[in-house]
């Protein structure tokens, strides 16, 4: 069998996500590295841009952002499995 036969749409990629990997600023690619979420470049650039709006352009704390956003979304992921895994 082969894992080319699905019934789910199939949708083709506008652009290359390593490309787009590529192109973030070097602070946040080493930040994207030691991520525990698999962030999709195209958000975590929206994100960046953000945190780097409230927080006047500075890169430290812009990163102090994200990572305050990756630990809720952990938690909150957390909470929908009990401590053996199951739901």
Not at 7 to 13: C, F, I, M, Q
Not at 58 to 85: M, N, P, V, W
């Amino acid at each position: 069998m082969s894992n080319l036969n699905t019934s789910l749409r199939k949708r083709r990629r506008a652009n290359d996500p390593m490309r787009e990997f590529d192109r973030l600023p070097r602070p946040l690619r080493l930040w994207l590295m030691e991520a525990a979420l698999p962030w999709s470049p195209r958000s975590v650039r929206r994100l960046w841009a953000g945190a780097l709006s409230l927080y006047g352009g500075c890169e430290e704390r812009a990163l102090a952002h994200l990572s305050r956003i990756e630990a809720q979304r952990l938690a909150k992921d957390a909470y929908t499995f009990d401590a053996d895994g199951t739901t």
